[in-house]
């Protein structure tokens, strides 16, 4: 047998292992039987698959099925604790942190509140210390990475934020040297909006059942990001940036906005808009205040929240015109006003949407919006186990 064929035969292998491993996470425990008959792979094949990855510690037993005839079955099962991943995510005013399992499950949860006027170098250390604990609730063995978004405006080649007025004490961190340094590990360094389409795409009932979704993702709060998912992969633009939703220019006359610019969304429709106007009617008044005044019913409050749901859904509306998709995905800080603020917001984007495109478009909150960015940061880890990377699942290729 030549050299050639002998690594046909490893990667068929290795093909065939991530295959199974890919069948137990998607359908949950299965017989041999039933994974030999999905596969269509021969029955001592998939016993010694099943046989490797057992050895290994990410399969288990999981009972015998219900009998219906014929022999037991014994079915086995994904361990979802067998491997761990580590997500951090920053969105003012906290930075967050979980671990979870092979299955997305979130099994811990850390968060700290950040200042925005907060020193680079005070948040370096609040990074350092967040990410130690993490790491010392994991066994490291098990650790198969650590996923990292950020706030503001990332650049993919440098895998720095290059521009973060709103939280300038992101800008220019070094993340992969201080994260080598510190715990010889390499981050995976995403945008926080597109680690929250990942979540969204990796662990929904729909995308589970095998469907490819097309959807909008719509992440407002302190900034405003629209990113559109087309059969289940995030569009980026050229140079793999997400754009800037929040900085389209509304009024070119309009309030100056930190970008340097007048007339942006953010300048009416963001968290620190919010904050700015309502402040003027009620002296200074934090987020929090205002989504209970708002809830209560305040009117001077209701206007000026419901004039902004209003503006952020004209100008969502106008984006569907021009991106017809399936749903429409709502997830941030500003979920917090409830749903009468939704009712607003949706009216507003039905206004301007072309009517057509809007008869099958469902609207539809996030499932889990104050930890997804940091699940779409383990995703991205988690994606890349599935995907055949990880450093173990290579080396059991010489097994």
């Known amino acids: 047998m030549t050299t050639k064929n002998i690594l046909n035969l490893d990667n068929m292998k290795h093909t065939n292992r991530m295959l199974v491993l890919d069948m137990l996470l998607q359908n949950g425990a299965m017989s ?3 994974i030999t008959r999905e596969l269509k792979c021969d029955g001592t094949t998939i016993t010694h698959i099943i046989r490797d990855l057992s050895r290994q510690g990410l399969v ?21 604790d067998s491997r761990q991943a580590i997500g951090i995510s920053f969105e003012p005013p906290y930075v967050t942190g979980i671990i979870t399992g092979l299955t997305g499950k979130i099994n811990f949860c850390e968060k700290i509140y950040l200042s925005v006027d907060i020193s680079s170098g005070e948040l370096v250390d609040i990074i350092k210390k967040l ?3 993490l790491i010392s609730r994991t066994e490291r063995k098990k650790l198969l990475g650590i996923g990292l978004t950020t706030f503001g405006l990332l650049s993919p080649e440098e895998n720095k934020v290059i521009n973060s007025n709103y939280f300038p004490a992101i800008k220019d961190i070094p993340f992969i040297d201080i994260f080598m340094k510190e715990f010889d590990l390499v981050p995976s360094i995403i945008d926080n909006a597109y680690a929250k389409a990942i979540a969204e795409i990796n662990f929904s009932e729909t995308v589970r059942s ?10 407002i709060g302190v900034g405003l990001v629209l990113l559109n998912i087309c059969r289940g992969v995030p569009v980026l633009g050229s140079g793999g940036y997400v754009g800037e939703f929040g900085h389209i220019i509304i009024n070119p006359e309009g309030k100056k906005c930190y970008c340097g610019r007048k007339g942006c969304l953010e300048t009416q429709c963001s968290i620190p808009a919010i904050e700015r106007e309502v402040s003027a009617v009620l002296k200074n008044i934090s ?14 409050v209701e206007k000026i929240v419901n004039n902004s749901a209003m503006i952020l859904g004209n100008v969502t509306g106008n984006m569907l015109t021009v991106l017809p998709t399936d749903e429409i995905i709502f997830t941030g800080r500003l979920l917090e006003f409830g749903d009468k603020y939704l009712a607003v917001l949706e009216e507003g984007i039905r206004k301007t949407a072309f009517p057509l495109f809007m008869k099958k478009t469902r609207m539809l909150k996030s499932r889990n ?17 599935f995907e055949g990377n990880s450093p173990d699942l290579k ?3 010489q097994s």
């Open 60 to 80: 288990r037993s999981a009972g015998m099925a219900e009998p219906s005839g014929g022999r037991p079955k014994e079915l086995i099962a994904l361990d979802p």
């Open 32 to 34: 041999r039987v039933d």
């Open 131 to 133: 990410t130690g604990n």
């Open 210 to 219: 095998g469907e490819m979704r097309n959807f909008i993702l719509l992440d």
């Open 369 to 385: 919006p104050e930890e997804n960015a940091a699940l779409g940061a383990c995703s991205i880890i988690l994606n890349s186990f």
């Open 395 to 397: 080396d059991s290729r």
């Open 287 to 300: 987020f929090d205040k205002i989504v209970s005044l708002y809830k209560q019913g305040e009117k001077r």
